[in-house]
């Protein structure tokens, strides 16, 4: 899979979870792919401040974006 072919599948699972995440009033950007295998991204809104939002960034965002490329191996928030 290209690093192109990543971007692509990561917003496509970004995208999947981001009604949910609008729906408690936050967010999520993509800021970067390094080295194909690790995701940053920044939660944004509502998202910021809460106290559960390290689980939402494992057991959510996470799982979606290792749904659909497998090789992912961390996403990290970078807000």
């Known amino acids: ?10 917003e496509i699972a970004l995208e999947e979870i981001r009604p949910f995440l609008q729906s408690d009033g936050g967010d999520i950007s993509l800021i970067s ?15 910021v401040g809460c106290s559960v939002n390290q689980m939402t960034l494992k057991s959510g965002v996470e799982m979606t974006i290792k749904k659909y490329v497998p090789q992912i191996e961390e996403v990290i928030n970078v807000g």
């Open 1 to 10: 899979m290209t690093t192109e072919e990543i971007r692509a599948k990561v």
């Open 33 to 47: 792919i390094d080295n194909d295998t690790s995701v940053k991204v920044k939660l944004e809104g509502a998202c």
